[in-house]
C-alpha cells in the first residue's frame, strides 16, 4: 500500500499531476474531435514536463532531481538568479563582494557624470574595528590641478615616461571583448592615461585608437616568442618600437593567482587569437607558472635590463604580488650586485582579481596590497634605491580615497581594472569566467559583445579618470598638500579598538635610506634579508 502511494507523496506529486493531466487530456482529445484544436498546445506542455520528470527519474548526476522530478528544477532556477535577487533586493548600499553596491554606485555616476553627492551622513561605522580615516588640515589648499603627473625612468631610461597617477590595470584582450578593449584605449587616450595591455598581447584593438600603452609580457611572452613559446627578443623589440608603447612591463605573478598558470585550449584559440599571440591554433595556448627567459634574481635583472635595450631605452619594469619576503630581497640584492635597475615596480594586491583563480588562491595565497607596497618601497629605501624606482599599486583601487591611501604608504601611482570595467557598465554579475557577460565587457561572443556600444563608453571611461582625480584633488587640497606625492603615512590613522587609533605612521614604520645595505634590526626585514641571496630565489644556506 505504501508503494502504491508514492506518486502521491509530496516529492512526486507534480509528475503525477503533469502524467495525469496529459492522458487526460489526449483522451478528451480522442473522444471528442472537436476540441482537439484547444488541447493540443497543453497536450504539448504537460506532456514535455511528464517527460522532463521521468527523464529526472532516470539521470544519475542529481540526487535531489530523482527525489524530486521536474519541482526539483526550481531550485536549480532560484540558485541561478541567487546572485542577482541578492544584489539587487538584500545587499545595504556598503554590502557586495568584491565591491560594495556604494562604490559601484560610485563609479556609475562618476562615469556618467551624474549626481555622485552622498545626503545624510556617512552609513560607515566610524567606530568599528578597522575603520580608516584621512587627516584634513585647518588651512586646506586652493583646489589642486587634477592633471596629476609622475615619470617614470631611472638614470638608464633614455625615454622616461609622464603617466598619470591613475591609469587602466593589465587586463587581456581575449579576457576582455573586442569592443571592450577599444572603448578603454579610446577613453585613455582623450584623458592623457595609461593602458595596460595584460599579457595577451597587443592586438589591433589596443591600436586602433592610439592611446598610450604598457605592455606587459607574461611567462607566455604572447606577441614576442618562438613557436617553442621561448623568448623572441626580434619580435620583442619590432613591437617594443612602436611609439604608442611608452613602457615595457615584466610580469612576475598577479594579484588574482600568483604562482599559477593558465591554459587557453586549443578549441577557443581562433585564428584572430593566434595570430596576436603568436601561438598555433592547434595547441592548448599556455601561460607557464614561472618564466624560461630567466630562473634567478641576477637573470631576472639582465632580463629587465635587456627589455629596455631592445625597446629603445623605454622604461622598463615589473609587476609582482609579494609572496616570500626573501624573493623580493634577493631581487634588491641582484639590483646592488648587478647595477641593473627597473624604472618601475607594480604591486598587485591579492585582493587584485580580474583573472579567475582557484578559490584557495583568490582567498589565501599572496600578499594584500597594502602590506606588498608598504614592504617594497621600504625595501627600495633600504638599499639606497627608491629615488629612481617608482611604484604603481593595483589591487581593488577604486575611488580617489584608494589612491590616497596607497600613495601614502609608498606607491607613486595607482592602477584600477575592475574599477574601469565598472565604467563600461560591468554589473558584477561575477561571470566572467563563463564568456556570458550579460554587458559584453568580459565576452567574446560577438552577439553579447555588440552590446558595448563604443563611442558611448569612451565618454564614461574618460568620465569616470577625470572625476577620480577630481575628487583626489580635493582630498588633496583639503589635507593642505599640493602634490598626492605630499602624501604621508602620518596623514591617515585606522581604528584599532573601539577606544584605540594608530597613525598609519605607527602601523606602516618606515627603515633609514640603506638601512638594509648597513644591517637593519627591524623584524619585518632583518631575517628576510639574511635569508635572501642574488644568485638564487631559494632561501640562502
Not at 42 to 67: E, M, Y
Not at 382 to 397: D, E, P, Q, S, Y
Not at 474 to 501: K, M, N, Y
Amino acid at each position: 500500500m505504501e508503494t502504491l502511494m508514492i506518486p502521491f507523496s509530496p516529492r512526486f506529486i507534480v509528475l503525477t499531476i503533469c502524467g495525469v493531466v496529459t492522458a487526460s487530456l489526449i483522451g478528451i482529445g480522442i473522444v471528442d474531435h472537436k476540441v482537439l484544436d484547444l488541447v493540443v498546445i497543453p497536450i504539448l506542455i504537460f506532456g514535455a514536463l511528464t517527460l522532463l520528470g521521468f527523464r529526472d527519474l532516470t539521470q544519475k548526476s542529481h540526487a535531489v532531481l530523482r527525489n524530486y522530478p521536474i519541482s526539483a528544477h526550481l531550485r536549480f532556477l532560484l540558485e541561478e538568479i541567487r546572485p542577482e535577487m541578492r544584489q539587487y533586493f538584500f545587499e545595504s548600499e556598503k554590502d557586495g563582494m568584491p565591491f560594495s553596491r556604494d562604490t559601484r554606485a560610485v563609479i556609475y555616476q562618476r562615469a556618467k557624470m551624474v549626481l555622485d553627492k552622498r545626503p545624510f551622513g556617512t552609513q560607515e561605522d566610524v567606530y568599528r574595528e578597522g575603520y580608516e580615516w584621512m587627516h584634513h588640515s585647518v588651512a586646506p589648499k586652493v583646489h589642486a590641478d587634477e592633471k596629476f603627473r609622475v615619470t617614470i625612468g631611472g638614470p638608464d631610461c633614455a625615454k622616461p615616461y609622464s603617466a598619470s597617477v591613475f591609469n587602466i590595470s593589465a587586463m587581456s584582450f581575449g579576457a576582455l571583448s573586442p569592443n571592450a578593449v577599444r572603448a578603454l584605449n579610446a577613453g585613455a587616450k582623450k584623458g592623457g592615461f595609461a593602458h595596460d595591455t595584460g599579457e595577451g598581447g597587443v592586438s589591433p584593438y589596443h591600436r586602433e585608437n592610439g592611446g598610450d600603452l604598457i605592455w606587459e609580457i607574461g611567462s607566455g611572452y604572447f606577441g614576442c616568442r618562438n613557436l617553442d613559446g621561448s623568448f623572441n627578443p626580434e619580435e620583442f623589440a619590432r613591437v617594443a618600437a612602436d611609439d604608442q608603447i611608452k613602457m615595457v612591463e615584466l610580469k612576475v605573478s598577479q594579484g588574482a593567482k600568483p604562482g599559477h598558470g593558465g591554459v587557453l585550449p586549443a578549441a577557443k584559440v581562433s585564428e584572430e587569437i593566434s595570430k596576436i599571440r603568436g601561438v598555433a591554433m592547434d595547441e592548448d595556448c599556455i601561460s607557464p607558472a614561472s618564466h624560461r627567459a630567466f630562473s634567478t634574481p641576477l637573470e631576472m635583472m639582465a632580463f629587465i635590463g635587456e627589455m629596455r635595450r631592445l625597446s629603445g631605452g623605454k622604461p622598463a619594469g615589473f609587476k609582482l604580488c609579494i609572496g616570500h619576503p626573501w624573493e623580493f630581497l634577493a631581487i634588491c640584492k641582484a639590483m646592488l650586485q648587478t647595477g641593473i635597475y627597473p624604472d618601475f615596480i607594480v604591486v598587485d594586491g591579492n585582493e587584485g582579481g580580474t583573472g579567475a583563480a582557484p578559490l584557495e588562491f583568490m582567498d589565501h595565497l599572496g600578499m594584500p596590497m597594502r602590506e606588498g607596497v608598504n614592504f617594497v618601497h621600504n625595501a627600495l629605501v633600504g638599499i639606497n634605491a627608491r629615488g629612481r624606482i617608482r611604484i604603481g599599486a593595483a589591487g581593488k583601487i577604486a575611488t580617489a580615497f584608494d589612491m590616497a591611501r596607497a600613495m601614502a604608504i609608498g606607491a607613486d601611482w595607482c592602477n584600477s581594472a575592475r574599477g574601469f570595467m565598472f565604467s563600461l557598465g560591468c554589473i558584477q554579475s561575477l561571470s566572467c569566467h563563463t564568456d556570458r557577460c550579460p554587458t559584453g565587457v568580459t565576452t567574446q561572443d560577438p552577439s553579447r559583445n555588440r552590446a558595448l556600444v563604443v563611442p558611448h563608453k569612451i565618454e564614461r571611461v574618460y568620465n569616470y579618470h577625470h572625476a577620480t582625480l577630481h575628487a583626489l584633488a580635493e582630498l588633496i587640497a583639503a589635507a593642505g598638500l599640493d602634490h598626492p606625492q605630499d602624501l604621508r603615512p602620518i596623514h591617515f590613522s585606522q581604528r584599532s579598538s573601539t577606544t584605540e587609533v594608530r597613525t598609519f605612521a605607527q602601523l606602516y614604520p618606515s627603515l633609514r635610506p640603506g638601512e638594509l645595505i648597513d644591517g637593519t634590526s627591524d623584524p619585518r626585514f632583518r631575517d628576510a634579508w639574511a635569508m635572501a641571496r642574488a644568485d638564487s630565489f631559494s632561501l640562502a644556506g
